[in-house]
């Protein structure tokens, strides 16, 4: 609730007295000075008050808003002019926030074009800010960008059962999905299990037992566990030593004949070569199926199609080699099938899966790259798009020889290099309007920009992007998460008829490694039956 209530405060201490024309603004980090549990507000504010400020059309947040919150915060107006010229605004916002016990001081600039310099300080009891806040918000969208009338602290959505920040375009009680996709939530609509005393490389979510209803599988370095998920906490069902030299790479699900058979793709550490498992859980323990030498994954091999087994080759020196291929699955074996011929020559067994067609454009591939960077393919495997953020990373990785081209660097030997396997996409159409959303994490670290090995997380997000025929959109992201995302799923893991974006994340480890990292799960209702599309903020 505290961050909600500052950053009101700060917009609505954002008064420049002058007619509204269409302006574009940027909005630095704010230097914090307080105790450490108030540091979150040097990036928590620019986005909540970027979201206030926003009116489509005439007052935008500038292109590259988003790439500020790695700036530092402009220690002097002539900083903060440069600062805003680097990013071509109108006006920066920047500003200064102290905390002594309960009271909050904020001091607020603005500087503009022509030397225009603005500022403005203030001082309360950080609880009584919210009444003058929102009396002064509707002061400005009347007077300064005349776009509304006064806000009553009746007007204030708030989400039942939770203190969620409903849509603020559209009705006042409507949201899309969950409001916490927005990353405005004061207080969090979702569920988290208890902390599990080991580093998860993935997660799957099904039916594993056939008694109709969802188990939740997790994999540590080489143990696969299954576990029931009620009233927040994960029981333990069983547990899997593949074996004492397995790393593993990737779970997947593979329906077959009514049942869901376990898929475990992994790394021989011991001869560098893949091993890939097929499990079934009999609700007690896990019956090995069978095996094979080549890295096994489930994946869509067309853009309608149902998810099928794929496989490929094992390479030391270049993690693969040849084409990836369907693998033919009669219950109790496998064989090579036939290539996949339409995949371009980046995608690999694990980093595909196909996009159905929208009104925006046809089928296309989704592909992570080496580099964690996602790219468009048309289906005859040219390439549309490439984005500059990283997407879908983990730390599961294999050894190599021989750079391909991507995050690899040498590490103990003199010729070691590492390729890593990112988690998977999920393709959905949530709200039913026809184009389909890829939903997957997202790492939030500059040095993982940097370090090519960087593969620990102090926090991260969770992106839904929206194909559009020409570039990839961000619909809607979490709030930032604290650790390392390893793999997210659309499911109901507790069983409760409500379909969540389920989660699970790493603890970090902190920057010198001292911790041990643990994970948990942690799963946020969606509301599928009330949609509202006209609810989504894209300001952010």
């Known amino acids: 609730m505290r961050i909600s209530v500052l950053a009101a405060a700060v917009l609505g201490l954002f008064v420049m007295a002058q007619d509204a024309f269409a302006a574009n603004y940027a909005v630095a980090p704010f230097q914090v000075n307080g105790s450490d549990s108030y540091q979150y507000l040097k990036n928590a504010i620019p986005p909540m008050l970027s979201s206030r400020l926003f009116t489509a059309g005439t ?54 074009e022509n030397n225009f310099y603005w500022q403005k300080s203030s001082q309360n009891n950080v609880n009584n800010l919210l009444a003058s806040v929102n009396s002064v918000a509707g002061s400005i969208n009347q007077e300064v960008f005349k776009t509304g009338g006064a806000v009553s602290s009746a007007a204030v959505p708030q989400a039942k059962n939770s203190s969620f920040i409903n849509a603020e375009t559209g009705a006042p009680s409507a949201s899309y999905l969950n409001p916490e996709l927005r990353y405005q939530g004061v207080d969090e609509n979702k569920s988290r299990s208890q902390t599990l005393p080991y580093e998860s490389v993935g997660m799957q979510i099904a039916d594993f037992d056939g008694n109709g209803f969802n188990e939740v599988l997790l994999g540590s370095s080489n143990d696969i566990i299954m576990y029931t998920y009620s009233n927040n906490q994960l029981k333990e069902l069983a547990r899997k030593n593949i074996y004492s030299s397995a790393n593993i790479l990737r779970m997947s699900v593979l329906p077959y004949k009514g049942k869901n058979y376990i898929v475990v793709a992994t790394n021989d550490e011991a001869n560098n070569d893949a091993r890939s498992y097929i499990f079934l859980f009999n609700g007690k323990q896990f019956q090995e199926i069978t095996n094979t030498r080549y890295y096994l994954n489930v994946t869509k091999t067309s853009a309608y199609g149902e998810p099928e087994l794929v496989g490929q080759n094992s390479d030391a020196t270049r993690f693969v080699k040849g084409a990836v291929f369907r693998m033919n699955f009669d219950g109790k074996s496998v064989s090579k099938g036939s290539n996949l011929s339409l995949l371009p020559g980046k995608a690999d067994v694990f980093n595909f899966t196909w996009v159905p067609s929208s009104q925006d454009s046809g089928d296309v591939i989704a592909v992570i790259d080496d580099q964690d960077r996602l790219n468009i393919f048309d289906s005859k495997g040219k390439i549309l798009s490439k984005t500059e953020e990283y997407y879908a990373s983990t730390a599961n990785r294999v050894a190599t020889t021989r750079d391909i081209g991507g995050f690899a660097s040498k590490e103990g030997k003199i010729d070691l290099l590492y390729h890593y396997v990112p988690n998977a996409i999920n393709v959905t159409d949530l709200d039913n309007d026809g184009r389909y959303e890829l939903i997957m994490s997202k790492p939030l670290s500059i040095a993982a920009g940097m370090l090519n090995n960087y593969r620990n997380y102090a926090q991260s997000e969770v992106h839904a992007l929206i194909w559009d025929g020409v570039g990839t959109n961000l619909l809607w992201k979490t709030r930032r998460i604290k650790g390392t995302i390893t793999d997210v799923k659309i499911a109901d893991p507790n069983n409760d008829g409500v379909l969540d974006l389920v989660i699970n994340v790493n603890t970090y480890p902190g920057t010198l490694g001292a911790s041990k990292i643990r994970t948990f799960i942690t799963s946020y209702p969606l509301d599928t039956a009330n949609i509202n599309t006209n609810a989504i903020n894209f300001a952010e």
């Open 59 to 112: 007052n935008e947040p500038v292109a590259g808003q988003d790439s500020l919150a790695s700036a530092a915060a402009p220690q002097n107006q002539q900083k903060a002019q440069e600062l805003r010229k680097k990013h071509k605004a109108d006006y920066l916002v920047y500003g200064t926030v102290n905390v002594i016990g309960d009271n909050a001081s904020l001091d607020i600039s603005v500087v503009g």
